[in-house]
């Protein structure tokens, strides 16, 4: 015991006499000087650098199909400023939203330049914490890399260039070279695209939207953003004003009273007039969908390929000039340049997006029109509907299966049955029809059968068609019977999808405008634009056959040509849309027209075009067949290859049995959207001669009208019943 314990007191003491503290506080300051003087050596070794690439962007350059140069984009929006140029509590709002410290410190941040270099090192993701020199440095000098030895540059370089300049020289570079999104480079560009002000004139709440957005362009974007989006530059503006308070450079009593400074809508960038404009950023944002960042396409040195025939979108936009623009004087008439148009036209073999029209330019109105779901798509939603009855094999209320065949009760303002949530529309023009096939109902867009018709398929099983057929805008659905008048919002894109894949058989076809986006050192990957089957071919063919009735003798009789056709009209609540969408075995197009004032909001089309409704029927098909016979070099001899369930319709008409009708016979001549013309133009398709034996199970009679035991109590629809009374139907 007496040897083990000495040799152990040996032992310690050697190591007492190795850790002394003293040797230990020396190799500390050892360890410094050394990492002080390889500082050092990275601080002589590392010069300040010239300006990087990104001062000096590329162009992004935007192709035909057939290779010619559409467009070319990526020439900087940018407007060097001085800091005497812009006001001063504008520029202390940008220093309380990124580095209070500014004027004080050396122009790095030591702590947080090592814990982001530490976590973007070890995988933790992207990291700030950076001053504004650094980022100065960053958006200068370096790229925009978040790697350990960008960051040791960034920082030995803002310690450089803190040296050699002043503070407002600093300030005025970071808010010079600074991207806040809507292609705006530096405080100037901005100024104009979010308020259309110069710098100089913005004000204290403005500067906080502008520094606030510099964490996130894109998503920070008012017009654009999400819910979440708008909420959480909202809590920046207060994070940044409340910053400027606790400095003393904003008065807390100035502060309370401010309200958020709601940006304009964005307006297009010089040189993107016409068709152009909207293409290009409608281009841009599929490809953003496609995982290629905003950042990168605003970089430049992209060659993008598009699907967009240079044939087909002149003939597009020639056919909306002669059918509409030629008909309006929109200077002259404030109620005639509400009217807006838009439409998409598409391949239903390869989804490619041949030809789309926008607007009026990018430059005089900047929202897209083919691409906005702020308006209701109406009756063009009727045959997906349908779509949904047959492929899921529907039955009426009393146990018939559902064709175009069926009879149904068309009596205006019917309640409908077997439904929890009480809905009795109003056909247009108040009438009625008594009993009808779903042919004749599709032909004259009767809203009474559908609103049945769509409690009888259940609308959520249609809700779940029309999401499988690529209406995007699922979540604004409300499974309820109004849903069958198309009460939901939908772009010409969406509607355009959604026939083609009517068109494609019941196979999926996405709406797809890049054919291939390249840049020297990465391809974007494309969208895969023919998918899975959605619904059955029987179901979509059959669907198909009802709107070719619609276009040989129903409400789309102005479509008719040269050509075999197929295609619903619809015209919304207040007539504030007006729809054609159609297709022919080759080429689909949905076409649209929108009432909006000049503040953006909603306004009715009636006696605008022409006087009384601006029906689906009417200018949308117009378009529709003037596009249609020159994007078909004159007309067609495809013909639709259908494999239906057998029903037909007929030609609609259903005798009614005397003394059992309760349903009062048509009384008034239809309107437009259900008028037959008496001579219907040729189509190369063939309508049977005498209407088919009914493939209901029961004798065909009218739907009986509800007692009070089967029948819920009618109340005004709980989205607001869209068709009623209170305004005019959808068709």
Not at 149 to 166: F, G, H, P, W, Y
Not at 343 to 363: C, E, L, N, Q, R
Not at 421 to 427: D, G, R, S, T
Request: some cysteine.
């Amino acid at each position: 015991m007496g040897r083990t314990s000495k040799g152990q007191a040996k032992k310690g003491g050697r190591i007492r006499r190795l850790f002394t503290w003293k040797k230990l506080l020396g190799t500390f300051f050892v360890g410094c000087l050394l990492v002080m003087g390889a500082f050092y050596a990275v601080y002589v070794m590392v010069p300040v650098p010239t300006a990087n690439a990104d001062a000096t962007l590329q162009s992004n350059v935007y192709k035909y199909s057939n290779g010619k140069v559409m467009a070319r984009t990526g020439k900087i929006n940018r407007e060097i400023v001085g800091l005497e140029k812009v006001p001063q509590d504008v520029q202390r709002a940008f220093v309380a939203a990124e580095n209070k410290t500014f004027y004080k410190d050396n122009g790095v941040d030591i702590k947080g330049t090592v814990r982001a270099a530490w976590n973007t090192l070890t995988g933790k993701g992207k990291q700030g914490g950076s001053t504004i020199t650094q980022q100065y440095v960053k958006n200068y000098y370096l790229s925009q890399d978040q790697t350990a030895t960008r960051k040791l540059k960034e920082m030995v370089i803002a310690l450089k260039v803190d040296q050699n300049m002043s503070k407002p020289e600093i300030l005025a570079g970071y808010i010079n070279t600074s991207y806040y999104g809507r292609n705006a480079y530096g405080i100037q560009a901005a100024a104009q695209a979010y308020y259309g002000v110069d710098a100089t004139k913005l004000n204290v709440a403005q500067g906080a939207y502008l520094a606030s957005l510099l964490q996130a362009p894109s998503q920070y974007d008012w017009t654009s953003a999400s819910a979440d989006g708008r909420k959480l530059v909202e809590q920046r503006w207060n994070y940044v004003l409340d910053n400027m308070v606790e400095e003393g450079w904003l008065d807390s009593g100035k502060r309370t009273g401010m309200k958020f400074p709601v940006p304009q809508k964005p307006k297009a960038p010089k040189g993107m007039s016409g068709q152009s404009g909207y293409i290009v950023e409608a281009a841009n944002q599929e490809l953003m969908r496609q995982g290629v960042s905003e950042e990168d396409l605003k970089a430049g040195g992209w060659t993008i390929t598009l699907n967009i025939d240079e044939k087909k979108q002149k003939s597009l936009v020639k056919a909306v000039d002669d059918q509409l623009e030629a008909k309006l004087d929109r200077k002259g008439s404030k109620k005639q340049a509400t009217v807006q148009a838009g439409a998409t036209s598409v391949d239903p073999k390869t989804g490619a997006v041949v030809a789309m029209y926008g607007g009026i330019g990018a430059t005089e109105h900047w929202t897209n029109n083919a691409t906005r779901r702020d308006y209701q798509p109406a009756s063009t939603f009727k045959p997906i509907v349908l779509a949904s009855a047959i492929d899921n094999e529907a039955e009426t209320q009393d146990g018939r299966r559902i064709g175009l065949d069926t009879i149904y009760d068309g009596t205006s303002k019917r309640p409908v049955v077997g439904s929890r949530v009480a809905f009795a529309p109003e056909n247009e023009d108040n009438q009625s029809y008594g009993p009808v096939t779903v042919q004749k109902a599709t032909n004259s867009s009767i809203n009474s059968v559908y609103a049945q018709m769509i409690v009888d398929v259940t609308p959520t099983k249609a809700k779940q068609t029309a999401i499988g057929l690529g209406m995007k805008d699922g979540v604004d659905f409300g499974a309820t019977p109004s849903m069958s008048l198309g009460v939901m919002g939908a772009s010409t894109m969406d509607m355009a999808g959604a026939y083609a894949t009517l068109d494609n058989h019941g196979v999926k076809v996405t709406p797809t405008l890049v054919k291939s986006a390249e840049h020297k050192d990465r391809k974007a990957e494309p969208v895969k634009s023919i998918g899975d089957r959605v619904i059955s071919r029987e179901a979509a063919d059959t669907t198909t056959k009802a709107m070719q009735g619609v276009v040989q003798s129903g409400s789309g009789f102005r479509a008719a040509g040269n050509y075999a056709a197929a295609g619903k009209t619809g015209t919304s609540e207040n007539n504030r849309s007006a729809w054609f969408v159609g297709y022919t075995p080759e080429l689909v197009t949905a076409v649209g027209l929108f009432g909006e004032d000049a503040k953006g909001g909603q306004v009715t089309l009636t006696d605008t075009i022409n006087d009384g409704r601006a029906n689906g029927g009417r200018t949308p098909a117009q378009i529709w067949g003037a596009y249609t016979t020159d994007a078909l070099g004159g007309g067609s001899d495809a013909t639709f290859d259908l494999e239906t369930d057998g029903t037909s319709g007929g030609d609609g008409t259903v005798p009614t049995p005397t003394g059992t009708s309760d349903s009062p016979s048509p009384t008034t001549t239809p309107s437009d959207e259900a008028t037959t013309p008496t001579q219907p133009p040729t189509s190369t398709a063939t309508t049977p001669t005498q209407p088919p034996t009914s493939t209901a199970t029961t004798p065909p009679e009218p739907t009986p009208t509800p007692t009070k035991t089967d029948q819920p109590t009618i109340e005004p629809p709980p989205d607001g019943g869209d068709g009623t009374v209170n305004g005019l139907p959808n068709q």
